[in-house]
């Protein structure tokens, strides 16, 4: 089985490995996915504003001016939120990290010591009272 065929339910060591290391890479992959957004809107949010101040000069309606203003201003703070985000992205990015190096560290030899052995082993818990 292949780490693309794992089923979700799998709680093994190398299952495990496995579904920490696609988080990571999903969670790193939306913070730029995000960060490309951003940047789009920040720049349709300056040229809206241009736009505004181009419809101001040529003595358009208020009402007109005023509206572009408003979607230059939702761009641009909508643009600071996507910031948000990327930042809660890239948080949980490197807290699936820390998880995965903890969890190396913790069981990765348990797992090469089971995985070594040709005889079965007890599950997990077996020993426990």
């Keep these: ?4 065929e794992i089923k979700s339910d799998d709680n093994t060591y190398k299952a495990t490995q496995s579904k920490l290391k696609k988080l990571t890479k999903a969670l790193d992959d939306v913070a730029v996915e995000l960060e490309v957004l951003r940047r789009g809107m920040k720049g349709n949010a300056t040229r ?4 505004a101040k181009a419809i101001e000069n040529a003595d358009l309606d ?19 939120q996507f910031r948000h985000l990327i930042e809660d992205a890239a ?3 490197a807290h699936a990290l820390k998880v995965q190096r903890s969890h190396a560290r913790l069981y990765g030899r348990l797992d090469e010591v089971r995985s070594g052995r040709s005889e079965k ?6 020993l426990a009272d």
């Design 121 to 126: 082993t007890p599950k997990p818990g077996f």
């Design 91 to 93: 948080d949980g990015s």
């Design 62 to 80: 208020p009402k007109f001016v005023d509206m572009t203003y408003a979607v230059s201003n939702a761009l641009d703070s909508t643009a600071t």
């Design 48 to 51: 809206t504003e241009d736009t």
């Design 1 to 4: 089985m292949s780490s693309d």
